[in-house]
């Protein structure tokens, strides 16, 4: 399917934000054939039943957990990379082996119609839908009682997709955003810093939930960085990068009016032009911005990115705590203290060492928000997992029921309470550690075999033969 829709997927997304296909190819389509082929490599493992070691008291006993699919899902896709926030949950979906109701966002019409096309060209209509439409589409969707409810989109429309699904106890997934903070230490290779930050922030026009939105940075490095990332600027798009045909646009008026006002909240340091007839708006970087502006304390989702400096990082990890907890946090550095210290004081969806975006292209790492940024986790086997039910079983043998009379009253035999006693309690004159084990393991054994050879009083069974 993906194959068959490639050309006019291409077209679509060229239509819809004037992106390039190579881009859209890497971000997009090839993001989604990875984790499809990752999905059928394993799916096998991940159907299998995954046994747990059990205590004493069931040592003879099977113990496992079986997974089960949901149910029927909604998957609400986003505009911003349309196939891949769209398969990628239906592709786990569908291996969980459950149905699914997949609506594409309106704001990417041309994405979605093509979206539309092949998916139910595709896709057996009995068990997958594909629904397009606003607003009252999404809001008609959600009064609908669904097994699990998987949205990517905003934190102000998840709340209230949140709410809905409350209605029903609806398990949800929600993969939002928020203000993505970098942290630039003074002890890093500046040049690869500047580099990697700048393409983080302009692949899709910074359009990207998981782009840097600020950065702090050392007061020794900042104008180093600053220049690096204008030359870098250069690099990939040109003197004009209004006219490289790399560099992707707004993607309609309400979101370029939006990013436009937000250019006055700060002293433009490289860029600020912007056109309205093309929604464009240059890569852009701003200094001193205030700390109440709208452009940090709102999710820019566009290519304008605000630097501020520090001395002491201990002042910029108490102003990142102080805030939602974001998607992700960005931090470079040689410093295995400071990395450290991000990693244990600043609660993320996730944390990216000395790169941007490329934690994505992990299967094995599950991709989600904390907080504001979202609530639970896909990607590989967490997609699976994310529509499965897991559920436990225990398998006891019919037989040997004589072993099993210890927990039946009458209680009043003393040994019988004191066998209970050791397998459930530390006694306080008993082995520890290993030895205590040892005690625990005999006790048990012996009272078992008693249990088997002996019938307990009043039982009316028999030992040797159950």
Request: net charge neutral; charged share 20%; aromatic share 10%.
């Amino acid at each position: 399917m993906i194959k068959a829709m490639e050309k006019e997927y291409f077209e679509a997304v060229q239509k819809d934000m004037k992106k390039h296909p190579a881009e859209t190819n890497g971000t997009d389509l090839k993001f989604t054939e990875s984790d499809l082929g990752y999905a059928m490599k394993h799916l096998k493992g991940w159907m299998a039943d995954q046994y747990v070691k059990t205590d004493i008291v069931n040592k003879l006993d099977y113990a496992y957990q079986h997974a089960e699919p949901k149910g029927v899902i909604l998957v609400i896709g986003t505009w911003n990379y349309p196939l891949q926030c769209t398969m990628v949950p239906l592709i786990g979906a569908i291996c969980a082996g459950c149905c699914a109701v997949v609506k594409p966002s309106e704001v990417a019409p041309s994405s979605s119609a093509v979206m539309k096309k092949y998916f139910d060209l595709f896709l057996d209509p009995l068990c997958y839908r594909t629904v397009e439409g606003g607003v009252d589409t999404a809001k008609a969707l959600l009064t609908i009682t669904w097994d699990h409810i998987f949205f990517t989109g905003s934190v102000s429309v998840g709340k209230i997709v949140a709410k809905a699904a409350a209605e029903n106890l609806t398990p949800v997934t929600l993969e939002l955003g928020g203000k993505c903070p970098v942290i630039v230490d003074e002890n890093t290779n500046i040049d690869t810093a500047a580099k990697r930050i700048i393409w983080g922030k302009c692949v899709n026009a910074g359009q990207t939930c998981i782009a840097p939105d600020y950065v702090y940075c050392h007061k020794k490095q900042t104008s180093t960085l600053i220049e690096r990332m204008k030359n870098h600027i250069t690099d990939m798009y040109g003197e004009d990068p209004q006219q490289s045909d790399c560099f992707a646009r707004i993607i309609n008026k309400a979101h370029f009016n939006r990013l436009k006002s937000l250019l006055s909240d700060g002293t433009i340091a490289v860029g600020g032009t912007t056109d309205e007839d093309t929604h464009y708006i240059s890569p852009t970087i701003i200094t001193n911005p205030a700390l109440d502006s709208k452009l940090m304390t709102d999710e820019i989702f566009g290519p304008i990115l605000p630097i501020l400096e520090y001395e002491d990082v201990q002042s910029v990890l108490k102003y990142v705590r102080s805030k939602q907890k974001p998607l992700v946090c960005y931090v470079f550095s040689n410093n295995a203290k400071l990395i450290d210290q991000v990693k244990k004081r600043v609660s993320a969806g996730t944390l990216d060492v000395n790169d941007c975006l490329m934690h994505m292209m992990v299967p094995t790492l599950p991709f989600g928000g904390v907080g504001h940024s979202g609530m639970g986790k896909y990607h590989g086997k967490a997609t699976f997992d994310e529509f499965t039910h897991h559920k436990s079983v225990l398998h006891k043998p019919i037989g040997m029921e004589s072993v099993n009379n210890l927990r039946y009253p009458p209680y009043d035999a003393e040994w019988k309470q004191n066998l209970m006693y050791s397998l459930a309690y530390y006694k306080p004159n008993a082995p520890t550690g290993g030895g205590f084990a040892k005690y625990a393991v005999t006790s048990t054994m012996a009272g078992a075999a008693f249990a088997y050879a002996y019938a307990w009083p009043g039982s009316g069974a028999s030992g040797g033969g159950q």
